[in-house]
């Protein structure tokens, strides 16, 4: 379980996050959501130590992440895997070797053990023989596929997932998504997805978290999102007149 | 470099010399690094040098019209200028451009799309794996460069001299043996030092903390470049007055 405990961040007296706290169980597909520039992505780099929270901490089961020494948050590191929003993945290296880094770093496993779990990484994320190719081989969604299977490579005891759906078809959307949920349960990761992909939210949100403006307006569930009646909420969930339809029907 | 920079510029340069999370792989690194920085470089600095040398020949000769003057002082002046000044700035300043703007490219590109973020999420030094590679490949090569860029640059000297008649062989060769310092070479060689260290660190530096996208990244290419053969400049004064 990750929890955060009122969050503040600013950048140049521009105060970006405002006491946000919250709390992340595993084995289930949390949510963070918000419209562009809320702070979502702000939240997410306090959450894995990318920026420095002003004040509040973070406890990843307990522990404290950020008062931290640099050893400390290695360790804490090493449990964390995370999908970013380009992929992310490394240039230079094949989808094999891109997987097979953290393995290579920090594992004394035989390259047989390592090729073995790259393989099981490739098939769970249905790219089963892809292992030569380069990521400027790869189309978005095979990017961000192989960006899952890097980070469940070390398996990890969180995961966090940065817009995974941007740029993306919807029925590409849908396949990441079940992905992430299914791997979400199969190894009861506790599992941070930050997106504004409505899909998402209604698809595989078991907790919601919904920031405006810095701040956290709301939390709950996608069954109870259709319900309730903040207007901040309902504009950013329902903006469409397909989802308006959509929550009508509820 | 203002002093905010300079400061995140040691302090990144102390995060860089932290221990490596598995020395094999650095070591790895390191391979590829000084294939490319040393061998990747080895006809640019070579074609480089032997030019130099061959012009400096003819410049000298031209300057020298006196007849009390020897002919053996060309070889001399060459050598001395060679080893002393031209092989290591030159080469470092060259260096500096090809090599300067694609290490701060490569940085550059992998923080503006979030590679370096991926890095540091896992858990791995991103400025050790990153730079400290780089940078004993730059201080190591370019030493070494220098040493073949000095030889050939004399070299080129006894060619432009013998094929264009400025000179004679044999007084080429008999100026270039005469009164020679062997401490010269090492003054040649602090100085190949100091400059591998800049030429790889400074735009490493500069490539570790863009913010933005593909123009961000050129300027900060652009800006390592500059930087660098500043700096390198500063350093060959401030190396040449202490040693000398």
Partial sequence: ?250 | MNFTNFGRYILLLKSVFRRPEKLKIYLKEIAKQMDYVGVGSLGLIAIISTFIGAVMTLQIAFQLVSDFIPKTIIGSVNRDSSILELSPTISAIVLAGKIGSAISSEIGSMRVTEQIDALEIMGINAPGYLILPKIISGITMVPMLVIISMFLSISGGYLGGSLSGAVTPSEYLQGITTDFNPYTIVVALVKAFVFGFIITSVPAYEGFYVRGGALEVSQASTRAVVISCISILVCDYLVTQLLL
């Fill in chain 1, 1 to 250: 379980m990750i929890e955060v405990k009122d969050i503040y961040k600013s950048f140049s007296g521009n105060d970006v996050l405002k006491g946000i706290s919250g709390k992340f169980e595993e084995g289930v597909t949390n949510l963070i959501i918000g419209g562009s520039g809320s702070g979502k992505t702000t939240l997410l780099k306090c959450m894995v130590g990318l920026h420095q929270p002003d004040s509040g901490s973070v406890l990843y089961d307990g522990r404290d992440f950020t008062p931290m020494t640099y050893e400390q948050r290695i360790e804490v590191r090493k449990e964390i895997g995370m999908l970013f929003q380009g992929s992310a993945l490394f240039d230079s290296m094949t989808v094999e070797d891109n997987i097979m880094f953290p393995l290579n770093m920090f594992t004394n496993q035989t390259r047989k053990e390592k090729l073995e779990r790259v393989n099981f990484c490739l098939e769970r994320v249905n790219l089963a023989g892809k292992n030569a190719l380069f990521p400027a081989e790869l189309s978005g969604g095979m990017k961000k596929r192989v960006g899952i299977a890097r980070a469940i490579s070390m398996n990890p005891k969180y995961l966090f997932c940065d817009e995974p759906n941007s740029g993306l078809d919807p029925k590409t959307s849908i396949v990441i998504d079940e992905l992430i949920q299914e791997l979400t349960e199969e190894f009861k990761t506790t599992t941070i997805v930050v997106t504004h992909d409505m899909n998402s939210v209604m698809g595989i949100g078991d907790y919601i978290l919904f920031l405006h403006e810095g701040k956290k307006f709301w939390e709950g569930s996608n069954k109870e999102i259709a319900h309730t009646d903040i207007k901040e909420l309902n504009d950013f969930v329902f903006a469409s007149s397909f989802m308006k339809a959509a929550k009508d029907k509820f």
